[in-house]
């Protein structure tokens, strides 16, 4: 069993910069790969990033490529969504979500997921 706790979340200004983090509980979570999600008002959930369980590997969405870095710390068993030059099409509550498989874009091959973090980005 794996618990997720995002934070980090906030209101900034259009160029700003944000970190989330995503602390998990669990011995085994430095097995899981981590993917992290947004959902905005009245859209679907999106994709944004994953990063395999080493670390070693990343993958992210077109329109946060270069903007948004995800890290983790396996010793700290949190993993890290640094997000920059924020716009507000970014505006959404963001997810971190575990999975035991490898990294992926869909969103139903993660087992765990967090609460979520809200990110507002004002113009």
């Known amino acids: 069993q794996v618990q997720l706790v995002e934070s980090g979340g906030g209101l900034v200004q259009a160029g700003g910069s944000l970190r989330l983090s995503c602390a998990a509980s669990g011995r085994t979570f430095s097995s899981y790969a981590v993917g992290w999600f947004r959902q905005a008002p009245g859209k679907e959930r999106e994709f944004v990033a994953a990063i395999n369980w080493s670390g070693g590997y990343t993958y992210y969405t077109d329109s946060v490529k270069g903007r948004f870095t995800t890290s983790r710390d396996n010793a700290r068993n949190t993993v890290y969504l640094q997000m920059n030059s924020l716009k507000p099409e970014d505006t959404a509550v963001y997810y971190c979500?575990?999975?035991?498989?490898?990294?992926?874009?869909?969103?139903?091959?993660?087992?765990?997921w967090g609460q979520g973090t809200q990110v507002t980005v004002s113009s």
């Open positions: 979500a575990a999975s035991i498989k490898r990294v992926g874009v869909e969103g139903d091959r993660y087992d765990y």
